[in-house]
């Protein structure tokens, strides 16, 4: 420790040491003793108990971070789907064992307590999970960076089924205390809405605009340690609550306007209430705006105020930060730092321009257009006027360059601008940040071709040095060495320990899928993991599956473009060739169906596809003549704990997006390297994974990217397939003669007249293909030593999925940040 700070205590690290802080924030923080302690009081006690091994650590990071000044990376993103943080945490502090043998002497069981964390929700799938992956990344590799998000008070909503159907209930993750934060009301910062702009003159006689809000909200930050894997470094995430200027109005409430005194905090603090709020009415969208604003308002205001020293010089800043937006949501930190410097700080527009355009980067986290974010002129005028000034000038400015490089291509200069014009005048934020930003990237190798060569294709001709690829990862930390220990354990004897943070010695395991004794192992590993799902969806669930049936899982976001319904119509074709006759039950390979998807509360008919897969569930898991071979399981409320458990459990990873149309995926990357193979199309990071654990160990289907283009151009008329096609007709029949529904055609009604008459996402056009895929996985299956074969050789060559090696690619080719050794260990 550096002699010139202050001495900070570090906890004692044994048995007695822990126990005696235990019972000290049993009796002093919670204000019970043992005898009357809840299981939520030992928890909440554990959890500070556990915290404190990592705050000093923290503590020394931050004034060391203070003292270097070091080129620091700050992760904006509206999601940081974190996972529970006790295991983590105790991983990372490396004192497990001593905690584990102090609350035995005490009679307690830490899986019980670990029972009692609520996980925050604060994500709604891969986009969440992979900032928490990039930020466990950055602290494990000692780069200096800070999150940057919103700490929802409701996430993600809790997901539940009735009569199959799924029905939104509030996610009340902060129910019953949140150990875990560190709330900072004094670094509060006022953030603007509203209101009108005007020009002026200023003291040097140049004209200059300036915002005169409507309306003000205060956001609080609420600090979370993210601790480096036993390197000593704890860098911090900030997630920002909004709170009203003036929360309470005590003259009305004296009138008798109960109401109405509050009505000013309810409307601020709901910026911050729920996690992406439905937006396909007017209010939502402004609501959707508001936050996103809000948070990188916040964000930016609190790096440079009280980030960086009070003399800093702001013309270096592009030596100090890099901005990395995470998607299009916190693009309109753009014009907020324009804003900032040239109206606050009195900056010339060139000067601002040029350090704005050093200090952010742009990760594009799709394919599909109508996922690009775009605002609403009229929106935004109204909500930030003078950002929607602000990006007319950039512009303005972009396309009188454009026009000098294409002097004769007017249609060009329309494609490109910012603006779009039909159908509504609207800001294209993708557009915004690639003009602003230093960097694009796409998140795996098709994706970024394709980023370049369709969906930005004008903007790479103009900025061809903008564009590169960073492949997504997954943090082994959390996917590998903490959900699943028995194998982790096997590994580290096989290879020693150094592969949690370097997983590229994962390829030292590839010798040992020849060995029978490691195959006889690795499979008794994944059939224990299997029977702790079993344990898990029994009590979680009330589900019943078998640890001898083939694992066969798919879980992501209910969406059309993941094609849950290539999966289903798989599985009713099974259940139409037993029940035909054409396959004898006893030829039937047990097998377990295992969902796990939650559909946007306004997205129909994602929700109509959960309810047709309970429906064909319930009438397959109860036909005796189906002998229980063939299970579906559809857990509700799927998130990272349920994970933890699923992902080392699975045999088959399913991966079975049209292709062109997936960024990257990460589940596909946590299944190989559990030691699930995977069924896919070569779409995003599937091409990546297949190109690396061999053909002979993945099984390819589908149409390629360029095919499917080719049969979009000629025009795709999916009810041609139905009607060629007899196992798909009889499949598609089942569902139209309501077989799962009590006979009653209409209810599953609009999931066959989609297929039939639109299928966007070419299902019908990639069924045989598909089903000739799941044929030939059957014949592997079959073959259980040689599956565990392929099974180890998939983990073996699946380290380039590390998000250490993400974030190594993000330093060398767009932050050209370095690490900096912590200031202990």
């Known amino acids: ?50 915290r404190h091994h990592l705050m000093s650590r923290w503590m020394q990071t931050l004034r060391h971070q203070g003292q270097v000044q070091a080129k620091s990376v700050a992760y904006l993103s509206a999601e940081f789907l ?23 002497s005490l009679g307690i069981d830490l899986d019980d307590l670990r029972q009692a964390e609520q996980e925050p929700g604060l994500g709604n799938g891969g986009l969440g999970r992979l900032a928490a992956c990039f930020i466990d990344s950055l602290a494990t590799l000692s780069v200096p960076s800070i999150g940057y998000g919103i700490r929802y008070e409701y996430g993600i909503f809790r997901q539940t089924f009735v009569d199959g159907w799924q029905v939104e209930q509030p996610d009340t993750w902060l129910e019953l205390g949140s150990p875990w934060e560190f709330p900072h009301p004094e670094a509060a910062v006022k953030v603007n809405f509203g209101g009108s702009t005007e020009t002026y003159i200023d003291d040097d006689g140049n004209a200059r605009s300036r915002w005169l809000p409507g309306w003000s909200v205060i956001g609080v930050p609420y600090n979370y340690m993210v601790p480096g894997y036993r390197n000593g470094r704890v860098n911090t995430l900030r997630l920002w609550s909004a709170r009203a200027e003036k929360s309470f109005d005590l003259q009305i409430f004296n009138s008798g306007d109960y109401a109405d005194a509050v009505r000013a905090q309810t409307f601020a603090e709901n910026i911050s209430k729920v996690l992406y709020p439905e937006d396909s009415t007017p209010q939502g969208k402004e609501l ?32 100090r930060i890099v901005f990395q937006l995470n998607d299009t949501h916190p693009v309109i930190a753009i014009p907020e730092l324009m804003r900032l410097l040239v109206d606050d700080r009195g900056w010339s527009w060139e000067d601002a321009w040029a350090v704005t355009q050093q200090v952010f980067a742009y990760t594009c986290h799709t394919l599909l257009p109508e996922a690009l974010e775009v605002w609403s002129v009229d929106l935004l005028g109204r909500l930030l006027p003078r950002h929607l000034e602000i990006i007319y000038r950039i512009n303005d400015e972009f396309l009188a360059q454009v026009r000098k490089a294409y002097p004769d291509d007017e249609l060009r200069v329309r494609r490109m601008s910012i603006i779009a014009e039909f159908p509504e005048r609207a800001v294209r934020m993708a557009f915004l940040a690639t003009v602003a930003g230093a960097k694009v990237n796409g998140v795996a ?202 992902v080392p459990a699975a045999d088959l990873s399913e991966q079975i997006s049209l292709a062109g149309k997936e960024a990257s995926g990460t589940g596909n990357m946590k299944f190989a390297l559990n030691g699930a193979l995977t069924i896919g199309t070569d779409d995003g990071a599937n091409v990546e994974i297949r190109q690396l654990v061999g053909d002979d160990h993945f099984f390819l ?81 079959a073959d259980q030593d040689g599956w565990t074969r392929s099974a180890v050789l998939n983990v073996a060559r699946s380290g380039f999925f ?17 690490p900096v050794a912590p200031p202990f260990v």
């Open 701 to 781: 289907f589908g149409l390629t990217e360029p095919e499917v283009a080719d049969i979009v151009d000629a025009g795709y008329r999916p009810s041609t397939y139905y009607a060629a096609n007899p196992t798909l007709r009889r499949a598609l029949d089942h569902i139209a003669h309501g077989t799962f529904s009590g006979g009653d055609q209409r209810v599953f009604e609009p999931v066959v007249s989609n297929l039939l008459h639109e299928d966007r996402f070419l299902v019908l056009a990639d069924f045989q293909s598909y089903i000739d895929a799941q044929d030939r996985v059957e014949k592997a299956y």
């Open 1 to 50: 420790m550096s002699e010139s700070l202050d001495p900070i205590t570090v906890p004692d690290r044994t048995v007695e040491g822990f126990v005696q802080e235990f019972l000290r924030e049993l009796h002093f923080g919670q204000g019970v003793d043992m005898s009357r302690a809840s299981t939520n009081d030992k928890y909440l006690a554990l959890a500070r108990t556990v």
């Open 802 to 818: 590390s998000s250490d090696r993400s974030i190594k690619d993000y330093l060398d080719r767009i932050w050209h940040a370095e």
């Open 445 to 646: 190798e098709l994706h970024s071709q394709l980023l370049r060569d369709k969906v930005l294709n004008d903007f790479s001709a103009y900025f061809p040095d903008k564009f590169t690829n960073v492949t997504n990862g997954v943090t082994p930390r959390r996917f590998v060495r903490m959900s699943n220990p028995a194998l982790s354990g096997l590994i580290t004897e096989a290879i020693g320990e150094g592969w949690v943070t370097d997983l590229g010695r994962l390829r030292e395991l590839e010798p040992l899928a020849d060995d029978a004794e490691f195959r006889r192992r690795f499979a008794e590993i994944k059939r224990g993991n299997k029977t702790r799902l079993v344990d898990l969806l029994a009590a979680r669930d009330g589900i019943e599956i078998s640890p001898d049936a083939m694992l066969d899982v798919m879980v992501k976001r209910l969406h059309e473009y993941k094609r849950q319904m290539l999966k289903l119509l798989h599985v009713i074709t099974l259940y139409d060739r037993v029940t035909s006759g054409e396959l004898p039950i006893d030829q039937v390979t047990p097998r377990t169906f295992a969902f796990g998807a939650k559909a946007a509360p306004g997205y129909k008919m994602a929700k109509q596809i959960i309810g047709l897969i309970n429906a064909v569930g319930r009438t397959i898991n109860t036909d005796p003549a189906l002998e229980r071979r063939l299970r579906v399981a559809f857990p509700a409320n799927y998130n990272v704990t349920l994970a933890e458990t699923l």
């Open 288 to 319: 959707r705006l508001q936050q996103q604003y809000f948070f990188v308002a916040c964000s930016l205001a609190d790096f440079l105020d009280n980030v960086l020293p009070g003399d800093f010089d702001l013309t270096k800043l592009p030596d």
């Open 82 to 104: 974190l996972g529970r943080q006790l295991d983590n945490a105790l991983l990372a502090a490396d004192i497990d064992g001593i905690v584990t043998e102090g609350l035995t």
